[in-house]
C-alpha cells in the first residue's frame, strides 16, 4: 500500500469520503511541485558549477556564499520580465503551450518509486504510463510554436517534435528489454528484480535510453536550437516572463525525471548498501545529471542531418537488434549465470557499436558524414 492510500485511509476515519479523497491528491501535487521546484534549482546550480570546472573558470561565486543563491536570482530576474505576446499570435494557445510542456513533468513522478512503499501510485503499467505522458511534451512544443506567429519558431517547434518522434522509438525499444527481463510494467517490480544492476546486464540498451533521453531533452550534443548558427531561440522565441520560466523549468525538470527513470531502470533505483533508500535515489540522479553535463562540456553539437541519422541508422537498428539478443538470452540463458550474460552482452555491445561506428559514420573533408 503506497503512502497516498494510507494517507487517505486514515483521512477517511475522520473525514467525509469525498474529502479523504481528494485531499491526498491535492498533497501529493504540492509535494511534487515543491520536490521539482527545489532539485531544478539545485541542479541548476550544480551546473553552472560544474561547467565554470570543466571550462577552466569560477562559475557562479557572488550571489551568496559560494553562488548559492544565483538560481534565485536568475528566477526572481525571469519572473520579473514583461509578459508579451505577438501582436498576431494566439494569445490562448500562447498560454497555454508552456503549461502543457510542464506539466507532463508533474506527472511522471507519480510512479517513479522513492522506496517500496513511498511511490505515489504503484501502476502494474507504470513504464508505460511514462512513455504515453513524456510524449504529451511534444504537443506543446509544436503549439508554442504556432501560436508564436513566427515562422523562425514554428520550423524551429517542427524540427524539435520531429526529433522527439525520431528518437521515442529507440527508447521505447530499449525499454522492452527491461520489460522481458522483469516480466512486469510495474516500475516497484523492476527495481525490486535489480539484484545486478541492469546497466551490467544490459549496456548497451543503457546507452541507448541513455542517448535518446539526450535528445529528447534537447541536452548536447542534440541540443541544435541552442547553436548560434541555428534557428533562433527556437519555438520559445516569442516568450518571455513567467511563461519563459516554464519552458526553463521544463528543460530541468524533464532532466530530473529522465535522470530518476534511468536510476529506477538501469542503476537499481532506491536500492542501495547502508544509507537510507531515498539518498541512494538521490546520489544516482545527481550522478546521472552530472554526466549529462560534462557531455555538454565536451561534445560538439550534430547538424541536424547528423542527428536524424543518428537516430535512425544508429540507435534504431541497434535497439532492434539488442531487443532480439536479449529475447534470446531470456529464453535460452541459465538464470543462475548471470555472469556469462555480463560477458555476452558487453562483448555485443562493443562489437555492435564499432561495426556500427565503420558503417555508417566517417570523415571526409574535415566534416563527419552519415
Known sequence: MTLLEQFRLWLS?????????ITPAIVGIVVIIGIILTVVMVFIYIERRLLGRFQIRLGPNRCGPEGIFQPIATAVKVLLKEDIVPAKGDKILHWLAPIIVFVPILLIFAVVPFHE???FT?????????????SISAVGIYVAGWASSNKFALIAALRAVAQMVSYELPIVLSILGVVLMVGSLSMNDIVASQNIPFIVLQPLGFLIF???TLAEMNRCPFDLLEADSEIVAGYHTEYSGMKFALFYLGEYGHALAYAAIISTLFLGGWQGPLLPPIVWLLIKIVAVF?????MRATLPRFRVDQLMAFAWKGLLPMAVINLFVIAAEVLWL?????LLMIVINFAFAGALILIWSKLFFK????????
Do not use: K, Q
Request: proline share 7%; aromatic share 14%.
Open 363 to 370: 570523415l571526409g573533408g574535415g566534416r563527419v558524414e552519415v
Open 122 to 134: 504503484d501502476l502494474n503499467v507504470g513504464i508505460v504510463y511514462i512513455v504515453a505522458i513524456s
Open 117 to 119: 512503499s513511498a511511490i
Open 290 to 294: 552530472c554526466l549529462i553535463i560534462w
Open 210 to 212: 541513455f542517448l535518446g
Open 13 to 21: 476515519s475522520i473525514w467525509p469520503e469525498w474529502a479523504a479523497y
Open 334 to 338: 541459465p538464470e543462475n549465470l548471470p
